[in-house]
């Protein structure tokens, strides 16, 4: 087993490997069950959902595509606003197909209300959204998210593929970060 070296930043450990796995396997079942015989592609959202989407991916036993979206928020001040930039658009069209929109984690709903407008334009046969993580206290805006792996309190988490200025995403595990390292 390879050693991670950043434990002294995080005061708890919330998810483990142990929880994270049989959960992904139940989310790739369910949507295998209810996507059987339709033309199903995942959109992952750039980069910390990247992780998730490939441990999700390989759960799923059905024909299955991927693409990507990368998104990024303006500053603190139009945040609220919830306009979004498109850093990575997808590169296939949409149209007709069906839609999983795969998230880190859900926090306000801004990024995810942005994108599911913007997706939904394109006219696809359906949107849905999966996300690892929920955190339903931080909410600003009302998202259908229709397969949630866990709702987690509100803190700032790091790992499996969540970052704290882009560091933190290579842990197995996922952990809250120490107030003070932030
Ligand atoms: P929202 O628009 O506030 O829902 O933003 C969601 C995005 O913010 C996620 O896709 C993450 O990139 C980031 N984010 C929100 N909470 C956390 C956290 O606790 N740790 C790491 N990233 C987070
Ligand atoms: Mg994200």
């Not at 849905?128 to 700032?156: E, M, N, S, T």
């Amino acid at each position: 087993m390879a050693q991670w070296n950043m434990g002294d930043d995080l005061s708890e450990i919330l998810l483990r490997p142990e929880d994270l796995g049989p959960k992904i396997k139940e989310l790739g079942a369910a949507i295998s069950r209810d996507y059987q015989g339709k033309d199903l592609l995942l959109v992952g959202v750039l980069k910390g959902a990247v992780i998730f989407l490939s441990d999700l991916l390989r759960e799923i036993t059905i024909p299955v595509s991927i693409d990507f979206m990368a998104v990024s928020s303006y500053g603190a001040a139009t945040k609220t606003s919830g306009i979004v930039r498109i850093l990575k658009d997808l590169d296939e069209s949409i149209e007709g197909r069906h839609v999983l929109v795969v998230e880190d984690i859900v926090d306000t709903g801004l990024t995810l209300h942005y994108m599911l407008d913007n997706l939904a334009s394109r006219r696809p046969a359906s949107v849905k959204v999966c996300a690892l993580l929920d955190k339903p206290d931080r909410r600003q805006v009302a998202v259908p998210v229709d397969y949630i792996g866990f709702h987690i309190p509100d803190r700032f988490v790091v790992g499996y593929g969540l970052d704290y200025a882009e560091k933190y995403r290579n842990l197995p595990y996922i952990g809250v970060l120490r107030p003070d390292r932030i």
